[in-house]
C-alpha cells in the first residue's frame, strides 16, 4: 500500500455555463449562483437523480443522492482529446459543463473528496470523474456532419480526460475568472 499527503493547489475559473431546463448543452455564463440543489434550472440539478447506464447495480430510474449536480473540465484536456480526434476545438458547452478551471494539470485525475473553495463562497467536493457518454460525442458530431465517427470516437479519446462531477458541499457564487483553492485529501492507494 502507498500513502499520497494532502495537498493544495491554485486554478482559476476559465468558464461557466448553465444549461435551460432539458437541454444537454449548456450556455455561457458570467456568474453561478449555486445552492444545495446545485444549479437551479439546469438538467443535473436536484439534490437526488434517476440511475441510469452507470449505475449498473440498480434498477434503471432509481432514486439515489446526486452527486453530479456539476460538471467541471479543463481546456488543455478539451484541446488535447480535440486534437486527437483531429477536430479545431470542443467547447465545454457542447458537452454540458458547467465550469471551465485552468491551471490544474491532469484535472480529471484528481481524487474524490477533493474540496474546491471558491473566492465567491461556495465549495464543492468532488466525486469523480466524469466517464466520456455518446450524448456528449453526439453533441460535438452535430458541429462535424461529414464526421458520424466522433460521436463513439469521443467517447474513447475522452477517457480519463473529460472531466470530473462534484455535488455542491457549501452554496455560493463562483465568478468568472475567479480563484478556486483544491485541496487534495490524504490519499490511501489500496493495491
Not at 456568474?31 to 440498480?58: I, K, M, Q, S, V
Request: aromatic fraction near 8%; charged fraction near 30%; proline fraction near 7%.
Amino acid at each position: 500500500m502507498s500513502r499520497r499527503p494532502a495537498r493544495t493547489l491554485v486554478a482559476r475559473v476559465d468558464g461557466l455555463f448553465a444549461g435551460a431546463g432539458s437541454s444537454f448543452e449548456t450556455e455561457p455564463r458570467d456568474a453561478l449562483e449555486l445552492t444545495f440543489e446545485g444549479l437551479t434550472g439546469d438538467r443535473h440539478g436536484g439534490t437526488t437523480r434517476r440511475t441510469g447506464g452507470r449505475e449498473p447495480w440498480y434498477p434503471r430510474r432509481t432514486e439515489i443522492r446526486n452527486e453530479r449536480q456539476i460538471s467541471i473540465v479543463a481546456p488543455d484536456e478539451l484541446a488535447a482529446i480535440a486534437r486527437d480526434m483531429e477536430l479545431d476545438r470542443i467547447a465545454p458547452e457542447w458537452i454540458g459543463a458547467n465550469l471551465s478551471l485552468a491551471g490544474v494539470p491532469n484535472l480529471s485525475w484528481l481524487p474524490a473528496r477533493t474540496l474546491m473553495f471558491f473566492d465567491g463562497g461556495a465549495t464543492l467536493k468532488v466525486d469523480g470523474d466524469n466517464a466520456p457518454c455518446r450524448a456528449s460525442g453526439r453533441s460535438i458530431a452535430r458541429r462535424f456532419e461529414d464526421r458520424p465517427e466522433i460521436e463513439r470516437g469521443f467517447v474513447r479519446h475522452g477517457r480519463h480526460r473529460r472531466g470530473l462531477v462534484a455535488w455542491v458541499e457549501k452554496p455560493g457564487r463562483i465568478e468568472l475568472g475567479a480563484s478556486v483553492e483544491l485541496r487534495l485529501p490524504k490519499q490511501w492507494i489500496y493495491p
